[in-house]
């Protein structure tokens, strides 16, 4: 399938034939094309939590309230922001960005690039992210506020806002994974509406960790797990040329 044809197939399937096996090998692949996902300052602040083994797939769907897609489903992936990983990945990013320069940009340009990196990647990462109940993210706020009136600023700098910034990256590796997933003949539903303490406990997930969403995958089951035809909005309801 061309790409069109990838998102035309794509639909959010809520009942999976259960005899129809999925291979967990084309399903990992997937995930490994998950994180070619743009997300922000490549923070990769992700964690894709493959189930396969049943016992904790029931744990798993009754955590999902039990839904037809939950329930039916081969596999589950459950997507897991990380924002508690920010120091680790910062570094790691830094060091590749180090070695990336020296092989690939002029020489008389690598200290400068270097020391932006070492910059952003060593100081101002970890002061977005760090967390103190709010407070960091307050002081951030007044900060970027006040540089505001004399330049353009980001202004999405409070501690629950670098939590959104997290969750639409993750949400941006979940699309790409149900695009690679549709591109291979499997069928995904993304499904938030789950309950996140019961699934950390089932997944044993550290205190920090966060649930993006979880996504059933499976092989749809004829056209029970399709609502009939697709609904969307009329384009021009949606779209602003200026």
Not at 7 to 26: C, F, G, I, Q, T
Not at 35 to 40: V, Y
Not at 71 to 80: E, M, R, Y
Not at 111 to 116: A, E, F, M, S
Request: charged share 30%; net charge positive; glycine share 4%.
């Amino acid at each position: 399938m061309n790409l069109e044809e990838v998102l035309n197939y794509r639909r959010s399937v809520r009942a999976y034939d259960k005899e129809k096996p999925m291979d967990p090998e084309r399903v990992k692949h997937c995930l490994e094309l998950a994180t070619l996902a743009p997300n922000s300052s490549n923070m990769q602040l992700w964690e894709f939590y493959h189930i396969t083994e049943p016992k904790l797939l029931a744990e798993v769907s009754r955590a999902c309230l039990d839904q037809k897609a939950a329930s039916t489903a081969s596999q589950i992936v459950v997507f897991v922001v990380r924002r508690d990983l920010y120091k680790k990945h910062a570094r790691f990013v830094l060091d590749f960005e180090r070695e990336n320069i020296r092989r690939n940009s002029p020489k008389e340009r690598q200290d400068k690039r270097i020391k932006d990196r070492e910059l952003y990647y060593g100081k101002l990462m970890p002061f977005v992210y760090a967390r103190f109940f709010g407070v960091l993210g307050l002081f951030r706020k007044l900060l970027a506020n006040t540089i505001s009136i004399f330049r353009p600023m980001m202004l999405e700098v409070s501690e629950n806002d670098v939590r959104v910034v997290a969750h639409k990256s993750c949400a941006l590796a979940a699309q790409t994974f149900m695009i690679a997933m549709a591109n291979e003949g499997y069928d995904t539903c993304p499904l938030e509406g789950l309950d996140s303490r019961r699934l950390k406990k089932a997944l044993k997930l550290p205190h920090g960790a966060e649930i993006n969403m979880a996504i059933p995958c499976g092989i749809r089951d004829g056209n029970k797990g399709i609502w009939g035809e697709r609904c969307r909005l009329p384009f021009e309801d949606v779209y602003r040329r200026v």
